[in-house]
């Protein structure tokens, strides 16, 4: 895959994609420093930087520098320095936060990491234990000479590099040696409270090594040493073309996938010269490529000291999201449905309906067939559980499972190969194009015919991720919905051309087109004096021709808002160009998700069309992915998704951020109404 790159427009020059994404990133560690944000959530707002930025690294900015090297690069050096240098920038400023902020911080609450110099005789003596019986028999140290080699370093795998003084037992002077990190084990461990009497106090496993580096050297002295971690180019390179079974193909390139081409290095501040320009040069980086870091090299394990911390107080309130009103207890899923559509809004309410539904299906005699997309569903799902048992039920039960759903590819190859064994029909979508859509299809038998039920969703079909990113679901019995979503899975089987949805918009044959014919429609009545509105919550917006088309409209004289999490290409506030257009990101407790398009271009309902998705505005959303948007017809759900997912995000003043046309984003306030909150307020219970 290569990267999205494009010249600045005549009279408009767009957004930088990747420094949009690190500018993202910014406003994530900004929730690091808030102090109404509770301490240990603010710790994980430090982690999640840091996952975000191996994500960046392992995908976007390997994709950037591929695409510097092409002939004729449409990314300049210069384009590629500045990039660097913004997220070296916001590394620094992420761990003076860590250092600076939050774990001074904790440590007045009484929750402390310990290095060895901090640790008192007792506790050094419980960590020598600890290191000997659970540490020591793992690691395996390599002494480099021509006959031992630098070792394969996986992606993302802590190590130490030594230099040591002295000779070895053969008499030589080798002076370079690797430790590699077990990844089996835990990277922070937890002391026995009777040893910090009034905390609780943490040692990480880089501490507990490194203090006994001398030991794993007998005879030789260690001059010096420090952490070291490679980030590695992660995409999985299979030739879709050129494979009869692709499953096969990706189980086999998940095993090289760990040593890709090393895109960044990072070290501890105080790693020598020396060292850290022999790393560079074994893994082939530029000098750019190396980031110092003041503290731990991997901050996202991290998030085990988050775990593990007894201080309730110091994380969010605990809420449990509300059962839908609409959805009396103890009524069949399937007679409700048959009375009109149901809107879930997670994390608010409960992902549970979904899993009531498939339930139902399962064990319903009339229930004949059950089709569903399998995305990011994670490694264990009571959803895919369900779906085994509806195959050895003798359902007919069709599953499209996308094989290429980054970095849960291995889950998903899992399950298709456990459904297969119990007769259910795998497709693995469409080469080249990997199936992002989310829907499930269930058809039973009711009075001598058939009657379809579907769930359309903006997010996966994943209830741990249904509790922390908001997504919309759609319950509905609706013929003519319902037989377009069948069209699709028919589509997605036999590869044939079937009939166009008549409802259902589809990538990549249908979205794009009518989204842009949307857009137009909206700048003319704009030009003609009518009302002219577009409203559109995506995560992230860098298409091009829709970015030219959301421009003209503005121009027209349309009012326009984006509500985009992510990166955003098109600069807002540009005179004679975006006057008319502004960019808001929230970032809060929850993981905006939901991709709600809302477009007016006149005074009566006609003019009028709300669409759900599972797309971002996104080349690769439009044009290489099976995404799928719906209208939402009814005017009652459309008014109430207007009302919980576009208007309070438009006047929250708590975690609202405006772009600027220079591509910055200023805080719009620190107090007044959050969206997030009032939702959780709207559906907490009576």
């Known amino acids: 895959m290569t990267a999205e790159v494009h010249a600045p427009r005549a009279g408009l020059a767009l957004l930088n994609r990747e420094r949009a994404i690190l500018e993202f990133n910014h406003r994530v560690l900004a929730q690091a420093r808030r102090p109404d944000v509770p301490l240990l959530e603010r710790l994980r707002y430090i982690c999640i930087v840091s996952s975000n930025l191996d994500e960046f690294f392992e995908v976007r900015f390997g994709d950037y520098l591929e695409a510097s090297r092409q002939p004729g690069a449409a990314v300049s050096a210069r384009d590629l320095a500045e990039v660097a240098a913004a997220a070296h920038d916001l590394i620094d400023r992420q761990y003076a936060v860590f250092n600076d902020e939050v774990m001074p911080a904790l440590e007045l609450e009484g929750i402390v990491v310990l290095n060895h110099a901090e640790r008192n005789l007792q506790q050094r003596r419980w960590v020598d234990h600890f290191f000997q019986r659970q540490v020591r028999p793992l690691l395996v140290p390599v002494g480099l000479d021509p006959s031992h080699p630098f070792p394969q370093v996986a992606n993302k795998s802590l190590n130490f590099i030594v230099k040591l003084g002295g000779k070895d037992a053969f008499g030589r002077e080798n002076s370079i040696a690797i430790v590699k990190v077990p990844r089996v ?74 040593f890709g081409q090393a895109i960044r290095l990072e070290v501890v501040r105080t790693c020598p010269e020396e060292l850290s320009s022999f790393l560079l040069q074994q893994f082939g980086l530029p000098p750019q490529a190396l980031y110092r870091v003041n503290g731990p090299v991997n901050l996202v394990r991290l998030d085990q000291l988050i775990e593990q911390a007894d201080a309730p107080h110091l994380r969010y309130p605990s809420y449990e999201p509300a059962w839908p009103a609409a959805l009396p207890r103890g009524v069949s899923m399937f007679q409700r449905l048959r009375e009109g559509d149901v809107l879930l ?51 007919e039960v069709t599953a499209v499972v996308e094989l ?140 091009v021709p829709l970015i030219e088309a959301l421009v ?51 005074d009566t309902e006609a003019q009028e069309v709300l669409y759900l998705s599972s797309a971002d505005w996104m080349s690769r959303n439009m044009f290489r992915r099976i995404e799928v948007a719906w209208p939402v017809r009814e005017a009652r ?41 009032a939702l959780l307020a709207r559906y907490a219970a009576p």
């Open 637 to 677: 759900l459309r008014q109430r998704v207007i009302d919980e997912c576009l208007v309070p995000y438009l006047h929250d003043r708590m975690d609202a951020w405006e772009l600027a046309s220079d591509g910055h984003y200023v805080r719009v306030a620190e107090d007044g109404p959050s969206a997030q909150q």
């Open 404 to 543: 290429k759903a980054r970095f849960d590819e291995e889950a998903n190859i899992n399950w298709a190969e456990q459904l297969e064994a119990v007769g259910a029909q795998v497709v693995y979508g469409i080469v080249g194009l990997k199936t992002h859509a989310k829907l499930l299809l269930v058809t039973r038998r009711e009075g001598g015919r058939l009657r379809r039920y579907a769930h359309l969703s903006t997010g996966n079909y994943n209830p741990k991720t249904a509790r922390l990113y908001t997504d919309i679901g759609h319950l509905t019995a609706d013929p003519e919905l319902t037989a377009d979503a069948d069209t699709v899975f028919q589509q997605l089987a036999s590869l044939t051309k079937v009939r166009p949805p008549r409802h259902l918009l589809l990538a990549p044959f249908t979205l794009h087109k009518q989204m842009l014919r949307h857009i137009d429609q909206v700048a003319e009545a704009a030009a003609a004096g009518r009302p002219a509105r577009i409203v559109l919550k995506v995560n992230a917006l860098t298409d």
């Open 345 to 395: 809004h997670h994390p608010f309410e409960s992902f549970e309906p979904v899993v009531q539904l498939l339930r139902e299906a399962v064990h319903d005699p009339d229930v004949l067939a059950i089709k569903q997309t399998i995305y990011r569903t994670g490694a264990q799902s009571v959803l895919m559980d369900l779906l085994l048992e509806a195959a050895r039920r003798g359902k």
């Open 185 to 258: 084990l835990p990277r922070v461990i937890r002391l026995p409270d009777e040893l910090a009497p009034g905390q609780q106090a943490f040692v990480l496993l880089s501490s507990v090594i490194r203090a006994h580096l001398e030991e794993l050297f007998p005879g030789r002295t260690v001059e010096a040493f420090s952490q070291f971690r490679v980030t590695r180019d992660s995409d999985l390179a299979v030739d879709e073309q050129d494979v009869t079974n692709l499953r096969q193909a990706l189980r086999t390139s998940l095993t090289t996938r760990h």
């Open 552 to 602: 003209r409209a503005a121009q027209a004289g349309a009012r326009i808002d984006l509500l985009v999490r992510g990166a955003c290409m098109l600069p807002p506030g540009v005179p004679r160009w975006t006057e008319r257009i502004r960019v808001r990101s929230i970032v809060g407790r929850f993981l905006e998700h939901t991709r709600v398009i809302y477009f007016r271009w006149g």
